[in-house]
């Protein structure tokens, strides 16, 4: 496992060894001398350096551990002057991996984008006839041509790309991500921003067809500047699959003449697996959140979603049969207008649930932050705790957080600081021989505090004290459990449920007992201690 390095500065031997002999260009790079596991970094100078060229993967690796890799000078072993943004200007693709297998590029350094590609004029990432091929942070300014082709890939992956066409009028179609005649690929953890007005193209921040098979989207956020677009845009479009697609945990905004923010289509016996996304359209005039279309493009399951439409459909299909069961615990949100869902035929909300459809759903404001990619606005959010436990299929959010025990709709687990506890309750008091068939203890409030529970011992001890009934409101308690003539110790916490969560800890203790009946000849008690 060698490392290589490329750098259109250097001046020694041009054979790739080291930096001071670093090939002086990608044409220059003998890929015969690189094999499985070995690494080419390119250099972006102290600040930034510009390759007017393609890089074209001329080799493979063997294995996912043995796999060819480029990645940028800010990560090798020697980055002092070689740290700077990579960027490749020009050509008809930026980076090409083309009938190569296990090809890897990684374009980040300590979580800082480090590798740009722009003014490429057909893809600025082609990745085409391979398999297992990862390009992994990368950034793209795709303004003249699609951000990515995977076609015929097998078992690829995007991830954690950042792709943009800025504000423009290109009749350029300026797709970000478009996929074909592969499976098994992944398309991950990428924000992708659209702003192309032109109203000749169709274009789509994310577009699968033509037998793309068993296809995951997840943890993506697409969107497009300030609402931009046109009529014929879809953000995702999937369509003609045989298997499934699974795509959960996204963030999918549309443009402002966006009739169809998702549209899924066609499948050929495959299902669909819509899961804990949130999907907004931003058309007025009459936009679909999601659109599931075509007699045969089958749903396995709508779950844990929040749609929102101003003055549309959240939800559409022509299909009159969709398994009732699998379109639940989503949250339907119709800014304007009665009808929420249209499955064969219009619904309100009402008729939506009675045709069997989201038993468990919301139809309300999902009470989002739009500027904070749709987080939830605070706790009180009402799809927090509201969606239904998937951890069979997946068990994290967008973030990466692990889904709670109650799980959230939408793309997001509301996981914040645990709730401060209470004080231990104050002036706690057991009263000592003044009932014959009880113990009463009293406390007072502690502020915040929702519920209380009493603990008992026979040693000054709450460590080993045993706690008498659940968890309640009050701030009285009777212990009828006490035994005449034993001396007790008394504890009571507070809590902020009547799970006991948040709890307090133990209060300061307080001794009670309880006395026998007065013995019926001298009317008198006897208190042994």
Known sequence: MANWYVDNAAS???????????????????????GPGDAIYLSGGSVTKTYNETFAFGAGGSSLSSMVNLDVGANSLSPS?????????????????????????????????????????VYNVRVRDTSYSHVDNVSIANTQSRGFQVQTGQHCRIRGCDIRTGNISSNSQTDSIYLQF????????????????????????????????????????????????????????????????????????????????????????????????????????????????????????VQNNILVAPNGYPIRTYQSIVPTSKVDHNCLYRVSGSDVSRIASPRTWAQHQAAGYDANGINVDPEYNSADEYRPLDATAPTIDAGMDLSGNFTTDRDGETRSALWDMGAYESIGEAPEAPDPPANVSATDGAHTDKVAITWDASEGATHYR???????????????????TGLTYDDTTAIVEIVYYYWVEAALSDA????????????????????????KTIMIC
């Not at 007992?513 to 009317?523: L, M, Q, S």
Request: some cysteine; glycine content about 12%; aromatic content about 10%.
């Open 500 to 523: 006991g969560a948040s709890a307090s800890g133990f209060s300061s203790s307080d001794t009670g007992y309880r006395v026998a009946e007065p013995d019926p000849v001298t009317g």
């Open 454 to 472: 009493v603990y008992r011992n026979t040693v000054d001890n709450p460590s080993t004290a045993t706690p008498l009934g659940l968890w309640q």
């Open 81 to 121: 002057g070689h740290d700077g943004q990579v960027i490749i200007n020009g050509g008809s693709y930026g980076i090409d991996i083309y009938n190569r297998d296990y090809c890897a590029v990684n374009g980040s350094s300590e979580g800082v984008y480090k590798l740009h590609l722009q003014n490429q004029t």
């Open 12 to 34: 020694g031997s041009n054979n790739g060894t080291s930096w001071v002999n670093a090939w002086e260009s990608f044409a220059s790079i003998a890929w015969g001398s690189v």
């Open 182 to 301: 592969g499976n098994d690929n992944i398309v991950e953890n990428n924000v992708i921003v659209l702003g192309n007005t032109t109203s000749s193209q169709h274009i789509d921040a994310i577009q699968a067809a033509n037998n793309e098979d068993r296809l995951t989207v997840r943890g993506n956020y697409l969107a497009w500047t300030n609402g931009r677009g046109n009529a014929t845009c879809q953000t995702l479009i999937i369509e003609d699959f045989i298997d499934w697609c699974r795509i959960y945990n996204n963030v999918i905004v549309g443009c402002s003449e966006n009739y169809l923010t998702v549209l899924l289509k066609r499948t050929f016996g495959g299902l669909y697996y819509f899961w804990n996304n949130i999907v907004v359209s931003q058309d007025v005039t009459g936009g679909t959140a999601v659109w599931i279309d075509g007699l045969n493009a089958e749903i396995g399951a």
